[in-house]
C-alpha cells in the first residue's frame, strides 16, 4: 500500500522557523531588502532573505511577515524553500524537555 504524504503549501519551515500564511499580500507593499528572521546561537547561521528579496515585517513587532514577490529563504545548512507572496506568521516554536518545561527551539 502506498503512503501519500499531503503536504500545506501554507505551511514553511526550516530548521527552527515556521512560515504560516494567513492571508494574500494584497495592497503591501513589500521593499526590496536583506532580511534576517533568526541567526543561530550556536553556529551563527543565519535564515534570511537576500537583498533582492521583497519582504518586510508588518508592525512592530517581528510575529508577521509581508512577502510581495516570489522569495528563497536561504541558511547554510537547509534548502531554501520559495516563499510566495502573501502574509506569513512567524510562531515562536517550543520544544518540551523531560522535566516537561517547554523551551525556545534554536539553531
Given at each position: 500500500?502506498?503512503?501519500?504524504?499531503?503536504?500545506?503549501?501554507?505551511?514553511?519551515?526550516?530548521?527552527?522557523?515556521?512560515?504560516?500564511?494567513?492571508?494574500?499580500?494584497?495592497?503591501?507593499?513589500?521593499?526590496?531588502?536583506?532580511?534576517?528572521l533568526?541567526?543561530?546561537e550556536?553556529?551563527?547561521?543565519?535564515?534570511?532573505?537576500?537583498?533582492?528579496?521583497r519582504?518586510?515585517?508588518?508592525?512592530?513587532?517581528?510575529?508577521?511577515?509581508?512577502?510581495?514577490?516570489p522569495?528563497?529563504?536561504?541558511?547554510?545548512?537547509?534548502?531554501?524553500?520559495?516563499?510566495?507572496?502573501?502574509?506569513?506568521?512567524?510562531?515562536?516554536?517550543?520544544?518540551?524537555?523531560?522535566?516537561?518545561?517547554?523551551?525556545?527551539?534554536?539553531?
Open positions: 500500500m502506498e503512503t501519500r504524504l499531503k503536504l500545506n503549501p501554507g505551511i514553511i519551515r526550516q530548521g527552527d522557523v515556521l512560515l504560516v500564511r494567513t492571508g494574500d499580500a494584497g495592497s503591501v507593499k513589500a521593499a526590496r531588502q536583506a532580511l534576517v533568526r541567526e543561530g550556536a553556529t551563527g547561521h543565519k535564515h534570511q532573505f537576500m537583498a533582492e528579496s519582504v518586510s515585517y508588518l508592525g512592530r513587532t517581528q510575529e508577521k511577515l509581508a512577502v510581495g514577490a522569495a528563497a529563504l536561504r541558511h547554510e545548512e537547509h534548502g531554501p524553500p520559495t516563499v510566495l507572496p502573501g502574509i506569513y506568521d512567524l510562531p515562536v516554536q517550543c520544544e518540551w524537555d523531560d522535566s516537561m518545561e517547554p523551551r525556545v527551539v534554536a539553531d
